[in-house]
């Protein structure tokens, strides 16, 4: 049973940094792909960033593509986001999430089922 469990959320003035991380346990977590979601108040979660299992494909979304870097460590069965440039349309609850297949996490969220409980970002004006 892989859970997954994120830490470095915060309040951060806006141009600031965050770095996010996702700690997943279990056997098979460093098979896994790897992604980043988020969910401001009043509205859908919505996607951020995914990793492959390797490390070798990437993706972003557009709001974030410049700002935000995702990256593991297989060895430490962890994913990072890093946040540079936040900006207040930033603030959300961030969730990590876990899936076989990278195309499930960029294309198809809703077949996701391994969640973390969320990491509040706050960046203000």
């Known amino acids: 049973q892989v859970q997954l469990v994120e830490s470095g959320g915060g309040l951060v003035q806006a141009g600031g940094s965050l770095r996010l991380s996702c700690a997943a346990s279990?056997?098979?977590?460093?098979?896994?792909?790897m992604g980043w979601f988020r969910q401001a108040p009043g509205k859908e979660r919505e996607f951020v960033a995914a990793?492959?299992?390797?490390?070798?494909?990437?993706s972003y979304a557009d709001s974030v593509k410049g700002r935000f870097t995702i990256a593991r460590y297989n060895t430490k069965n962890s994913v990072y986001l890093q946040m540079n440039s936040l900006e207040p349309e930033d603030t959300a609850v961030y969730y990590c999430?876990?899936?076989?297949?990278?195309?499930?996490?960029?294309?198809?969220?809703?077949?996701?089922?391994?969640w973390g409980q969320g990491t509040l970002v706050t960046v203000s004006s």
């Open positions: 999430a876990a899936s076989s297949v990278l195309r499930n996490i960029v294309v198809v969220p809703s077949s996701i089922t391994l």
């Open positions: 990793i492959s299992w390797s490390g070798g494909s990437t």
């Open positions: 279990g056997r098979t977590a460093s098979s896994l792909a």
